[in-house]
């Protein structure tokens, strides 16, 4: 079964960069697409980007400039970087395997989610 | 970006009961829609993908429909565990974009 677990700091000062890790069990990164997702206090969700089975990457434009998401094939692991960060930042965040099924993608495993806030 | 107008934001329902959700693309998606179900303290977990197929061990009574740019879930016969709150995500075009989320309750 596809396992995937975030981890990471869950307190971060403003200005400073987050980074976090997605630990991916039962499934190779190598294969299909890997992706990150926050939800922000008041429910709303945002699409912030994902790294593909070849390390290519696509981000979310309004975040082009502050994020980036690299990966350790070794490790089975990908990560999460975004930098400069604010209060607006202070999230949970989800990694979740992005999968091209019936030739539609959509997120098929999500992990457990890490609380992040951005607080001096 | 593609903007999914989520309606309702919240929804009280009685055990038994038609549940319906809807979601409104600015634009034309096709059928690439998904919808994810978040119980309290969970992950989101996938419903429904390319608007209308349910996912592998979703139970029957979710469904999805498309008209034109409207997309609805419906929930034919509302349980206990259906509470939560539902999205709904488009992948046509990126940035993939959510709705607002609808926030199911019990009546």
């Known amino acids: ?120 | 970006d593609i903007q999914m107008t989520q309606s309702p934001a919240s929804l009280s329902a009685s055990l038994e009961e038609i549940v319906t959700i809807t979601c409104q693309a600015s634009q034309d998606i096709g059928n690439w829609l998904a919808w994810y179900q978040q119980k309290p303290g969970k992950s989101p977990q996938l419903l429904i993908y390319g608007a209308t197929s349910l996912a592998d061990g979703v139970p029957s009574r979710f469904s999805g429909s498309r008209s034109g740019t409207q997309y609805s879930l419906k929930i034919s016969r509302l349980q206990v565990e259906d509470i939560g709150i539902y999205y709904c995500q488009q992948a046509s075009s990126a940035p993939d974009t959510f709705g607002a989320g609808t926030k199911l309750e019990l009546k």
């Open chain 1, 1 to 120: 079964e596809v396992q995937l677990q975030e981890s990471g700091p869950g307190l971060v000062k403003p200005s400073q960069s987050l980074s976090l890790t997605c630990s991916v069990t039962g499934y190779s990164i190598t294969s299909n697409y890997w992706g990150w997702i926050r939800k922000f206090p008041g429910n709303k969700m945002e699409w912030m980007g994902y790294i593909s089975y070849s390390g290519s990457t696509s981000y979310n434009p309004s975040l082009k400039s502050r994020i980036s998401i690299t990966r350790d094939t070794s490790k089975n692991q990908f990560f999460l970087q975004l930098n400069s960060v604010t209060t607006e930042d202070t999230a949970t965040y989800y990694c979740a395997r992005y999968y091209p099924g019936a030739g539609y993608y959509y997120f098929d495993y999500w992990g457990q989610g890490v609380m992040v806030t951005v607080s001096s």
